[in-house]
């Protein structure tokens, strides 16, 4: 029962999510929306994954879901080269932090051609697809002008994610139960990434001090997750309210 709650909210938050994102990024040309979607989405995908396959037990449902992210990305940079005005005359200005990207991202293509380590070319593919995937996020935020408007939005997004987590990790102390024992994450974590629960409570040695007091991690992946979201949080909060006009600081 609390499964099948748990998966009815995760399709009433991510298919509205997905469509309305696809709607300004394929149909309107606002590809910058990409950067709102992977704001919402990212803090709860492994909870997302593990709720979708506790109840269907279907590995291609959480292969969809999985897949979610990469398709918003592909369809924002196909939006970003279509809509581009001048896309050939598009000014290229790299700073030092372009610079260091470029480089990792040269050592890893590197890394995936010499025959280093004992990974198959396969698992060097999909390693390097997953880094990209941190290069491609770095490139739309860094071409990306918000105005006043979408800048308060992004923020408001930030601050709703942390004020969420924090509410749902009150609720967790109360109770002195993980999220994450609702939500399959170990039976998806065994089942998909071949990793067996681990540790005192049946999740990962993650979820425990070295005397074996629980840490909590709210709907994200790990506690590790939820501190430095924590700390992502608390900066832009900060930001937000430095940078705000003082009869404004508190919106």
């Known amino acids: 029962m609390i499964s099948t709650v748990l998966f009815l909210l995760v399709l009433a938050g991510v298919v509205p999510l997905f469509l309305v994102t696809l709607k300004n990024v394929v149909f309107k040309g606002k590809w910058e929306h990409v950067i709102f979607f992977m704001c919402l989405y990212l803090p709860v ?10 109840t269907t037990g279907s ?10 992210k990469e398709i918003v990305l592909v369809l924002a ?19 030092i932090v372009d610079k260091l990207f470029i480089a990792f991202f040269s050592l890893a293509f590197l890394y995936l051609l010499l025959p280093l380590g004992e990974a198959t070319f396969v ?6 697809k997953n880094s990209m995937l941190m290069g491609m996020l770095y490139f739309f935020g860094r071409n990306t002008v918000f105005d006043e408007d979408r800048t308060v939005m992004l923020f408001k ?4 994610i942390a004020v969420a987590a924090f509410a749902l990790n009150i609720v967790e102390k109360i109770l002195g139960v993980h999220f ?8 998806f974590n065994y089942a998909i990434n071949g990793m067996e629960p681990s540790g005192n409570y049946g999740l990962a040695w993650t979820f425990e001090t070295q005397t074996t007091a ?10 590790l997750e939820l501190a430095s979201s924590c700390l992502l949080g608390f900066s832009a909060g900060l930001i937000w309210y430095l940078t705000s006009k003082r009869e404004d600081a508190t919106i």
């Open 45 to 54: 995908y492994i909870t997302v994954l593990s709720i979708s396959y506790q």
């Open 180 to 187: 994450q024992s609702f939500t399959g994450y170990a039976a």
């Open 77 to 95: 940079l196909a939006s970003f080269i279509f809509f581009q005005r001048d896309i050939f005359d598009y000014g290229l200005r790299l700073n």
């Open 123 to 128: 698992n060097k593919l999909i390693y390097l």
């Open 214 to 223: 629980k840490r909590f991690a709210s709907f994200f992946s790990d506690p």
């Open 59 to 68: 590995t291609l449902v959480v292969a969809v879901f999985q897949y979610l």
């Open 157 to 160: 997004c930030i601050m709703g």
